[in-house]
């Protein structure tokens, strides 16, 4: 499944084994058509969930998919590891082959994975300038002061990167329990944070993708399909599909 955008004409030279001029005829034949509209301008683009045919012939029809799951600890954010469990396997009743994860976590993390078949999706979900929040619910071994609060929020220079960590919101639950809403997702972000003051993460859960919660009726392994008001909730400026 081509992942990005792509003009018309190319796709069905491609799929079709034609040459530009034998594609420009099929056009103009009104013979190909594109979400259920006869398609004319070989220039338009399609996306990879765009519908199209040549006659009755079924070019390309895929649905996009959008999957929230409750990742236990000891599960690797990968679609594929040698050793050890990964997000995907945990997926049982739904085909995987086309999935990938939107925002990965540590293999002791828990919590909100979202996977979907749509690389729109998932590269808004991640692109700085969104500035799409996450939130993780962190429990630490010493407790909390506000100077954690005040940190945070100026940011901390990773010398390995060389870059200043963008403003997060760390909220105080308890002694040793904080909410933790950032922009990035550094490496190890979060613990190299609480490092900076000699404070371990017990526990790391994220609980949040934007306004996107993870579902509480989910028990840890288990995951079901995205909403499409879900799916708005996690990037509010995502418009469903339509070619850019
Ligand atoms: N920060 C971390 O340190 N680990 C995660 O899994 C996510 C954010």
């Not at 690389?119 to 619910?137: D, F, H, T, V």
């Amino acid at each position: 499944m081509p992942s990005r955008y792509a003009r018309l004409d190319r796709f069905l030279c491609q799929q079709l084994s034609l040459n530009r001029k034998a594609v420009q005829q099929l056009l103009a034949a009104r013979r190909v058509r594109v979400d259920g509209d006869v398609a004319r301008d070989g220039q338009a683009m399609i996306g990879p969930f765009s519908v199209v045919l040549c006659d009755e012939q079924v070019l390309q029809a895929n649905t996009a998919r959008y999957l929230m799951l409750n990742t236990p600890a000891g599960i690797v954010s990968a679609t594929r590891d040698a050793r050890h469990t990964t997000v995907i396997d945990l997926l049982t009743t739904e085909p995987h082959a086309d999935l990938h994860i939107a925002g990965r976590l540590d293999f002791n993390s828990t919590g909100l994975v979202l996977l979907t078949n749509d690389g729109r999706w998932s590269r808004q979900l991640s692109a700085p300038e969104n500035n799409i929040r996450k939130r993780y619910r962190v429990t630490l071994e010493k407790p909390l002061t506000q100077d954690y609060v005040h940190a945070f929020a100026e940011g901390m220079f990773f010398d390995f990167e060389g870059i200043t960590t963008r403003p997060a919101e760390l909220v105080i639950v308890s002694d040793h329990v904080a909410d933790v809403w950032l922009v990035e997702g550094r490496y190890h972000q979060i613990k190299r944070m609480f490092g900076r003051f000699r404070n371990k993460v017990l526990a790391l859960h994220r609980s949040a993708i934007g306004a996107l919660e993870l579902d509480p009726a989910l028990a840890p392994g288990e995951s079901r399909r995205v909403s499409p008001s879900e799916i708005l909730a996690a990037n509010p400026t995502f418009s469903p599909h339509k070619v850019c």
